[in-house]
């Protein structure tokens, strides 16, 4: 529930962003987009400081809070999962990415609907869609062994959105949506099941580089492939690139050993 109300919190940060920068170069001029950017890394700063101060009050509070039992003998295990863990997350955020840089120009160029706000409400239907799935997610019980099936669905969804079709586009955005918020809660609520609490700020850091360079490389293949494809080609490789992250999953931690938190609490 806590990783999906996160996952939650950023696709709404992504919903924002969109409406706010659509309304903002239908009305004004382009440049303003860098201002407003300006602003929220400066809100973004003083929340920040906020909370690293309340952080500092807490920890001085219950001293105990901090301690956890720890086992060397674990720890080797335990850096094996984080990287099979990171190479399935660099292929799945490459894969889901690789959509972003031209999805405005390739929903101006299916539709008819084409301005500036509603291409940005297109953009952000999955943010939406994963409110929606928190919602009905609530009161279940969620484990990591939807990945594979959130994968596929996710391919599914951007297949969709790769006929041309303004319908169907719409309708793989909610799919891909769906898809997007069940694999990103599932993959980070792993990544807390084969890490051990006193490892969490480490083993996070390294998923983190895995993500971002995903999605680095994401950026700069997508300009090439529409270059030399066309607007579709991104949303056909991003669905190739998460049958791949199914396979990989599936490949790697079918025979995985029993997570690490689980076996620290047995012996604590």
Same mark, same amino acid.
């Not at 990783?3 to 992504?14: E, K, P, Y």
């Not at 959509?99 to 952000?124: D, K, M, Q």
């Not at 599914?156 to 079709?165: K, N, R, V």
């Given at each position: ?18 409406? #706010?920068? @659509?309304? &903002? ?14 602003? @929220?890394? $400066? ?15 807490? &920890? ?7 301690? =956890?039992?720890?086992?060397? &003998? ?31 120009? =390739? ?17 952000? #239907?999955?943010?939406? #869609? ?19 099936? &959130? ?15 303004? +319908? ?7 799919? $891909? @949506? ?39 490389? +994401?950026? =700069?293949? +997508? ?12 949303? #056909? ?32």
């Amino acid at each position: 529930g806590t990783i999906g109300l996160m996952t939650v919190i950023v696709l709404l940060g992504a919903i924002a962003g969109a409406g #706010i920068g @659509g309304f &903002a170069l239908d009305l004004f001029e382009p440049r303003l987009i860098f201002l407003l950017m300006s602003v @929220g890394d $400066f809100l973004q700063m003083l929340v920040c400081a906020f909370l690293l101060g309340k952080d500092k009050t807490d &920890a001085e509070a219950s001293p105990e809070a901090l301690q =956890y039992p720890t086992e060397q &003998a674990t720890e080797v295990l335990t850096g094996s999962l984080i990287y099979k863990l990171g190479l399935v997350m660099l292929i799945f955020y490459f894969s889901v990415y690789l959509i972003r840089p031209f999805f405005s120009r =390739y929903w101006e160029a299916v539709s008819a609907w084409n301005g500036g706000i509603v291409t940005g409400l297109v953009f952000a #239907i999955p943010g939406a #869609i994963a409110l929606l799935a928190l919602c009905i997610n609530k009161n279940m019980r969620s484990s990591k062994h939807g990945i594979v099936s &959130a994968a596929l669905l996710g391919m599914f969804g951007l297949l969709l959105q790769a006929s041309g079709q303004q +319908a169907i586009v719409l309708l793989g955005r909610c799919l $891909f @949506g769906w898809a997007l918020f069940q694999a990103t809660v599932r993959l980070d609520l792993l990544l807390f099941e084969v890490s051990t609490p006193a490892s969490y700020a480490a083993d996070f850091s390294k998923i983190y580089f895995f993500q971002s360079l995903g999605a680095l490389i +994401a950026s =700069y293949t +997508a300009g090439s492939l529409v270059a030399a494809q066309g607007l579709q080609m991104p949303f #056909i490789a991003g669905a190739l690139g998460l049958v791949l992250t199914a396979f990989l999953y599936a490949l790697l931690f079918k025979a995985a050993p029993k997570p690490m938190n689980a076996v620290v609490m047995e012996t604590s």
